[in-house]
């Protein structure tokens, strides 16, 4: 018997709203835009935060970059600290790695832009990397699609060879037959030993789709050492934390550098961690703004939710009167309220939903960044409608609930 008067009670909600299409469009508006909101940001922040995690792995927790500059951190960046600092040279790299205790690896990175050119075809200010062994591959995520990478002698040499992103090289020899050919960087002719495979887009701006690699003692000849970008790049042992790493980088650099005790480093430390916490308070302040809005546009949904239920209960006075004197119970009528208003923002929670799967593969195939969608994302907009939907018809849910029988039957609209 209850399961029939609750199925009669949610048929009756059905009809109800779909014979009043246009008021409850109306009233669906803040929780359509309210959840969309929330919704929409929780998935940004949630996949950008998936994509960072990601790009942090293929950069290498114990692994140490030496810089002119900082990476930042909490508070004011002090550029004043790191503006005096001279870029990291050839003779700190073979320092760190000729005395260097805790260190698994050591590489230099040289980065400049310059214009590269094949035959009719050229790219302005193109980045082009000059590296050590083994960093084109890790940290830089140049993985091979077609050719090699650098021999031991054309590091040694510097000749005149280089890898190129898949970018890169589409834009260069769009008939894909760049292996072999020979290119020219800054106006030296380069021969193309590899090509990478298509990384697509990275966070922080460093896709390997877009470099060309040589090798470093080549870099050094064909670009100006004062205006080109230097790293040293140190992977630490396993079984040492980063803060042991950074002391061994410490004592290598300040006795190389001649640094007096009193004098503070000149020379920054850089690791993936200090750029996480930036992105961290990034995404913790737009996941409140988020809230924020979408706080606000669901309150007016709200408020509009529990108006057409006003409504709704004033129109049918007379019909819940005959409900009761048929013998429905104060529950029954509470409940078929409060399902109409829950429904009412499922519907909204629903529609704001959509919105958010449209846009999520559209937002993918523009970025470049996967967005996507997760159960956690569902149970929120489910339970965000659910309750928004009771606390806003609850009142009127109640007042129809109390009407008296004999009075509610001699009401008139």
């Known amino acids: 018997m209850v399961y029939r008067l609750l199925g009669d009670g949610l048929n009756f909600i059905f009809r ?11 009233s669906l508006l803040g929780i359509t835009i309210g959840i ?15 994509s960072v995690t990601q790009e942090f792995a293929k950069l290498g927790s114990n692994t140490i970059y030496v810089s002119k500059w900082g990476w930042g951190g909490k508070g004011e960046y002090p550029w004043w600290v790191y503006r005096n600092n001279p870029e990291p040279d050839y003779r700190d790299y073979k320092a760190l790695q000729d005395h260097g205790r805790l260190f698994a690896n050591v590489g230099m990175m ?8 094949y035959r009719e075809l050229a790219i302005e200010e193109a980045d082009v990397l000059g590296v050590t ?15 090699r990478d650098f021999t031991p002698l054309e590091f040694e040499r510097g000749q005149s060879v280089c890898m190129l992103g898949a970018t890169i090289a589409s834009q260069l020899f769009p008939n894909g037959d760049a292996l072999g050919m020979k290119l020219k960087i800054r106006g030296f002719p380069c021969k193309v030993v590899g090509v990478g495979k298509l990384h697509g887009n ?3 701006g460093s896709s390997p789709d877009e470099r060309i690699f040589v090798p470093l003692q080549f870099m050094r000849r064909v670009v100006d050492i004062k205006r080109a970008s230097a790293n040293v790049i140190v992977t630490g042992k396993p079984g040492h934390a980063n803060e042991e790493v950074n002391d061994d980088i410490r004592r290598v650099l300040r006795a190389s550098r001649h640094l007096a005790p009193s004098v503070p480093d000149n020379f920054a430390l850089n690791r993936t961690e200090l750029v996480a916490e930036d992105l961290e308070s990034l995404f913790s302040v737009l996941t409140k703004a988020g809230w924020i809005i979408g706080g606000f546009s669901i309150l007016v949904g709200g408020l509009g939710i529990a108006n057409i239920m006003f409504v709704s209960v004033k129109e049918r006075t007379r019909i819940i009167g005959i409900q009761k004197s048929l013998g429905a119970k104060s529950w029954f009528i509470l409940f078929q309220y409060l399902a109409e208003s829950v429904l009412l923002s499922l519907v909204g929670g629903a529609i704001g939903f959509a919105l958010v799967a449209i846009i999520a593969p559209i937002a993918t195939s523009v970025s470049g960044f996967t967005f996507s969608i997760s159960w956690l994302h569902v149970a929120i907009g489910l339970l965000l409608s659910v309750v928004i ?3 806003s018809g609850y009142i ?7 009407l008296d029988p004999v009075i509610a039957m001699t009401k008139t609209v």
């Not at 890790?138 to 091979?144: A, H, I, K, M």
């Not at 009127?396 to 109390?402: G, S, V």
């Open 36 to 50: 969309f909101t929330i919704i929409a940001i929780l998935v940004a922040v949630d996949s950008l935060k998936a």
């Open 110 to 117: 040289l980065s400049n832009n310059g214009t590269v050119k």
């Open 396 to 402: 009127p849910a109640q007042t129809a609930a109390r």
């Open 202 to 204: 990275s966070m922080f």
């Open 389 to 391: 939907g009771t606390v």
């Open 133 to 147: 062994p083994g960093l084109a591959e890790r940290p830089l995520n140049l993985v091979l699609a077609a050719g």
């Open 16 to 26: 109800y709203i779909r014979g009043n299409r246009l008021r409850t469009l109306l």
